[in-house]
């Protein structure tokens, strides 16, 4: 008998099973030969690359030596031991603090939580669930301030066995009501939070702001704009536009404009949708993006359009990026259908030689790719004129070459076989099906792209891949068959550009246990047994440049470490690379998401996702699912009666200096 997973347990595996391709891969090939005759592939066109990077390799070397020339410089704290309990952990020296539960009141009139008395109109007017990402906007925007500041905040997902009680876990078809189902849709997608650090040092939430805001799948107007805005193929009976949207969903990680804006991701949306497909033109498309999801919210039961047969193109008006702009709280989000529509993981940023954005994301499935958006038009300083900076630019993908260099190839109708004969009738059909774009492209496939972060103090690009247990045939960049650990790419643009279509590639770690040869993990050897990690996910750089590092390995964290999920300093260069400490670790059942600093870094703010939930059965002393009524931990509060919370924790170092010394 198979051990029956929770619905929140199905949805984090469902990202380990590729979805199967259906275009040929001759095309893919056309491209490889056409790339090797221009010489990228050889040993001369990987030397002069490399000879192009090469001076800013070395300045960008000094400059970090000044941060990281002794391991003290690096790490300023005492590691914490690897286990797992109901409790979170931080290093001595340093507080970690609960800044907010989901359920807390928010917005004006927003009810006190009641755990037993939870409504939707309450649920929309605070805290919601499963914290993901993290973005800080300084207050007075354009300042530097880290004491205030507006926290932008996802909320990916619900696991509703543990937020309704009495939830029949083996049946919970009948127990879905109207009002339930939106109590969960109203738990999710996105938080604006005032929150300021007093006199005591201490941080508190700024209850009733007129910054604060949710935006939700419930209640917030959205509209589209760039190449599909309007297209047929997202036109519903709701809206005959294609322009305008109902709300935004599984949003993971993100990203922080440098105008102040919010980038939200939309992940796995394929698990909103029920029903059979009731449009013969959207079959592939669904396909490629695993539409409806093997097991899926109830949604579509209450809310017709989140079932394909009734609306089988409201699937094409999610899998974007959403901007938001969290200083005018009456703004309308936006969805940039520029940057692609996939499982969007997250969207850090930064600026190209000649001022321009480059944004990465990942697409994080086993087997899916890298991207890149670069935009055509310069970031300005007047806030105002990058109101459509995104709307326009090219969409690339990424293809790794084995002697360590790599590609991005331009998604752009009418180019290299993304056309009409393949079914690509504009680049609205492009940026909606970018994954089968990619494929005839022949995109590199990954062991699910997460996290993809630039570090401005060296220029190079971080790629968590954070596992992919059914690889088989492996490659340079994807080097291990039944990958439970993972592995963190570093990327050097050519010239240090974001916008160069080249980069050399090479690997910072191979997570996983170093005392068995066989796991194939590469590490700092001073890593020691207590320090390393496995199953990579979101990522920050500090004001240091130093990269950090949070961990998610599902319900799988027995197999993968034995260890609770948590939060780890990892060093990038100089003859410390690749040396991991850890100085957070999460209660049992959750995963880190979201770190984010202050400016200054005397503050880092870390999303506790999902606690008490994944993988309890390996819990030792538990070893059973949780429950509403019965959890693994009833962290953050322990008191009777109230589930886990997801929360946001706030690490600060006790002598007032940066986290981590
Ligand atoms: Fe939502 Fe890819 O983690
Ligand atoms: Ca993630
Ligand atoms: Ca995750």
């Not at 979805?19 to 891969?25: F, L, S």
């Not at 941060?67 to 410089?73: F, L, S």
């Not at 703004?331 to 940039?336: A, C, E, G, H, L």
């Not at 697409?363 to 890149?372: G, I, M, V």
């Amino acid at each position: 008998m198979t051990e029956r997973k929770s619905f929140g347990e199905e949805l984090e595996a469902a990202d380990d099973r590729p979805v199967a391709r259906t275009t040929a891969p001759s095309l893919a090939e056309l491209w490889t030969r056409r790339i090797a005759r221009r010489g990228f592939l050889s040993g001369a066109g990987k030397a002069a690359l490399l000879a192009s990077v090469a001076p800013s390799i070395l300045s960008l070397a000094a400059c970090g030596e000044t941060t990281e020339a002794t391991p003290d410089a690096i790490f300023g704290f005492g590691d914490v031991p690897r286990g797992v309990d109901g409790d979170h952990h931080v290093a001595a020296g340093h507080d970690a603090d609960i800044l907010i539960r989901w359920g807390e009141p928010l917005l004006k009139n927003a009810p006190d939580f009641n755990i037993r008395g939870q409504s939707a109109a309450a649920q929309l007017g605070q805290f919601g669930y499963n914290n993901d990402y993290i973005g800080f906007i300084p207050l007075p925007y354009g300042s530097n301030a880290s004491d205030r500041g507006l926290l932008c905040v996802h909320h990916e997902y619900t696991n509703d066995d543990l937020i309704h009680p009495g939830y029949p876990a083996d049946d919970p078809a009948g127990f879905y009501t109207r009002g339930i189902v939106e109590i969960s849709m109203a738990a999710h997608g996105g938080t604006i939070v005032e929150v300021s650090r007093g006199e005591n040092g201490k941080w508190s939430v700024v209850r009733d702001s007129e910054y604060n805001r949710r935006l939700t799948p419930l209640s917030t107007v959205m509209v589209l704009s760039g190449p599909a805005a309007g297209h047929p193929r997202l036109q519903t009976n709701e809206d005959a536009s294609g322009r305008r949207v109902m709300g935004t969903f599984n949003n993971c990680a993100g990203g922080i404009t440098p105008w102040g804006t919010w980038l939200m991701s939309e992940e796995n949306i394929n698990f909103y949708f029920m029903g059979e497909n009731a449009d013969a033109g959207e079959a592939v498309n669904h396909e490629r993006m695993g539409v409806p999801g093997s097991r899926s919210y109830p949604w579509g039961y209450f809310h017709k359009r989140f079932d394909i047969s009734r609306e089988p193109r409201e699937p094409n008006r999610f899998g974007w990026v959403v901007e938001v702009d969290p200083l005018d709280p009456a703004s309308t989000p936006v969805k940039r259908t520029a940057l692609g529509r996939f499982k969007h993981e997250g969207c850090e940023n930064a600026l190209t030689k000649d001022g321009r954005l480059a944004v990465y994301m990942g697409d994080d499935q086993a087997f899916e790719y890298l991207y890149k958006f670069v935009s055509a038009a310069e970031v300005s300083d007047d806030r105002a004129a990058n109101a459509s900076l995104l709307d326009e630019g090219t969409l690339y993908v990424a293809r790794f070459e084995e002697d360590g260099t790599g590609k991005w190839m331009p998604l752009v109708h009418g180019q290299n076989g993304i056309d009409e004969a393949n079914g690509f009738s504009s680049q609205a059909d492009v940026v909606i099906e970018a994954r089968r774009a990619a494929d005839i492209l022949g995109a590199t496939p990954l062991d699910r792209p997460e996290d993809v972060t630039p570090n401005d103090a060296t220029g190079k690009i971080y790629v968590a891949l954070t596992n992919s247990k059914e690889r088989e045939k492996t490659d340079a960049v994807n080097p291990r068959a039944g990958n439970l650990w993972g592995q963190i790419v570093e990327l050097t643009p050519d010239g240090g550009d974001h916008a160069s279509e080249h980069f050399v590639w090479t690997m910072l770690v191979k997570c996983g246990d170093p005392m068995f040869p066989a796991i194939g993990a590469e590490w700092h050897p001073e890593t020691g047994r207590d320090n390393w990690f496995a199953c990579p996910d979101n990522m920050a750089v500090d004001p240091k440049g130093r990269l950090w590092v949070a961990t998610d390995q599902g319900s799988g964290w027995n197999a993968a470490s034995g260890s609770a999920d948590g939060l780890y300093a990892l060093a990038t260069i100089g003859e410390k690379r690749g040396l991991a400490r850890r100085i957070f670790r999460a209660p049992v059942g959750a995963e880190v998401c979201g770190p984010c600093f202050t400016p200054d870094g005397t503050t880092l703010f870390l999303a506790v996702q999902h606690p008490g939930a994944d993988g309890t059965k390996n819990f030792k002393g538990f070893e059973r699912a949780s429950t509403f009524e019965d959890p693994a931990t009833r962290w953050p509060d322990f008191a009777p009666d109230m589930p886990p919370r997801p929360s946001i924790v706030v690490i600060t170092a006790r002598n007032g200096g940066p986290v981590g010394g």
